[in-house]
């Protein structure tokens, strides 16, 4: 997991714009997933992408979006329509050969 | 979808005891369950998982075991450090062995253990 790296690490947002989170990863792993972490909460699946060019909603997909153009990355817009944005994001991948799921370091976003 | 319950959400000890943290899905499909542990402003790291077509499994210190029929799976800390403070999480997914497989893992929203030194 130290070849996933997300960043920043702290970000600030005011209400109403928009602001996409980065994944990047050099582990040539073909899955990646956006997960959401809130205070006393599980984690809770946003998007994921299983391949390039493809990319399936989660659990939780409202007021987010997702590309996958390129293996290695895997950025996800938090839109104004997400109401309560205020949240720990984290991102993971997956090899093809296994079921394990690997996690970046976390970007913390904070609407003011 | 998938649904984990886990407990406790809180849980103490004191070092040198034991820890035991429950969880139960209710997927029936469901066949890989990881833990993980997370430390405070930490990612989430893998420390053991299962498939379901194991009952249980030890590494060191920790061990899973899991009844498939009962549908719950607990996470076992022998010997607890001052180290071991931290969130575990449990979660279960219809992994690659499955022709349903997903890969979603669904979480249990996670128990804060501390061990008391």
């Known amino acids: 997991d130290g070849g996933i790296t997300q960043s920043p690490k702290y970000l600030f947002r005011k209400e109403g714009q928009n602001v996409t989170l980065s994944c990047e990863q050099n582990?040539?792993?073909?899955?990646m997933y956006w997960y959401r972490q809130d205070p006393g909460q599980g984690l809770r699946l946003i998007y994921y992408?299983?391949?390039?060019?493809?990319?399936q909603k989660g659990d939780i997909a409202e007021g987010y979006s997702v590309s996958r153009e390129k293996k290695e990355s895997f950025p996800l817009t938090v839109t104004s329509a997400q109401k309560n944005p205020t949240a720990f994001y984290l991102c993971?991948?997956?090899?093809?050969?296994?079921?394990?799921?690997?996690f970046g370091p976390g970007t913390r976003l904070t609407v003011l | 979808g998938e649904n984990v319950e886990q407990h406790p959400s809180t849980l103490s000890v004191q070092e040198g005891d034991s820890a035991v943290i429950k969880c139960t899905y209710s997927?029936?499909?469901?066949?890989?369950f990881p833990w993980y542990k997370q430390e405070l402003g930490k990612r989430p790291q893998l420390i053991i998982d299962?498939?379901?077509?194991?009952g249980e499994k030890k590494d060191q210190r920790i061990a899973v075991t899991l009844n498939k029929t009962a549908k719950h799976f607990s996470l076992h800390i022998t010997e607890t450090q001052p180290e071991d403070s931290a969130v575990y999480f449990c979660a279960a997914s219809i992994g690659g062995r499955s022709g349903g497989s997903n890969y979603k893992l669904t979480f249990g929203k996670g128990t804060l253990l501390t061990v008391n030194p």
């Open positions: 299962i498939r379901s077509n194991v």
């Open positions: 993971a991948t997956r090899t093809g050969a296994t079921d394990t799921q690997y």
């Open positions: 582990l040539n792993h073909d899955a």
């Open positions: 997927d029936s499909a469901s066949n890989y």
């Open positions: 992408s299983q391949i390039v060019n493809d990319f």
